[in-house]
């Protein structure tokens, strides 16, 4: 084995759970999530001399996820599926199952937001990055960013009504 192979499987170990979460909350689809992941580390691998090292490996990555799963969710696959889920017959048990538990109720209602602002909430709450790292990431203004959290909290607020979620009342 290479020492190209062992650094590059020691990428791999450190980054996949972070970038399949990641891009789980933009697709909402683990399988397709996978696969988003699976290109990120393949042209990773085909293009890493072109990484500069301007920000960090995980920045890097992140930024790759985050393209990948915005041409996903644009995607003729995305939105033949898309179509397809809603006739019935087709609602998930799963789906019906994990409604129960608070978590996953803030996080369904954090899918049903734009993904402009389900990607800030996702970057500053799940992620836990800065304003600044999130503005670097999506290529905006800091600006930018804490109007779009403003506005995503305030949609949240409206959908979570009858939760009582510390964060969302302090901010």
Same mark, same amino acid.
């Given at each position: 084995m290479q020492l190209e192979d062992i650094s590059f499987r020691a990428i791999i170990h450190e980054h996949n759970d972070y970038l399949l979460q990641l891009s789980y909350l933009y697709v909402k689809d683990w399988d397709a999530a996978e696969d988003i992941v699976q290109d990120v580390f393949i042209n990773y691998w085909i293009k890493s001399e072109q990484f500069q090292a301007q920000s960090s490996l995980r920045t890097y990555l992140t930024r790759m996820a985050i393209n990948r799963c915005k041409d996903y969710l644009k995607s003729w696959r995305y939105r033949t599926q898309t179509l397809t889920n809603i006739f019935p017959g087709k609602i998930q048990l799963k789906n019906q199952l994990i409604m129960r538990d608070e978590q +996953? =109720? &803030? @996080?369904? @209602? &954090? +899918?049903? +937001?734009?993904?402009?602002?389900?990607? &800030? =909430? =996702? +970057?500053?709450?799940f992620k836990e990055l800065t304003i600044r790292e999130i503005a670097k990431i999506i290529h905006t203004s800091e600006s930018t960013i804490k109007y779009r959290l403003k506005i995503a909290k305030e949609r949240l607020k409206k959908k979570l009504v009858t939760q009582q979620w510390e964060v969302l009342k302090s901010e």
């Open positions: +996953l =109720i &803030v @996080a369904d @209602a &954090v +899918l049903t +937001l734009p993904i402009q602002f389900r990607e &800030v =909430i =996702i +970057l500053y709450y």
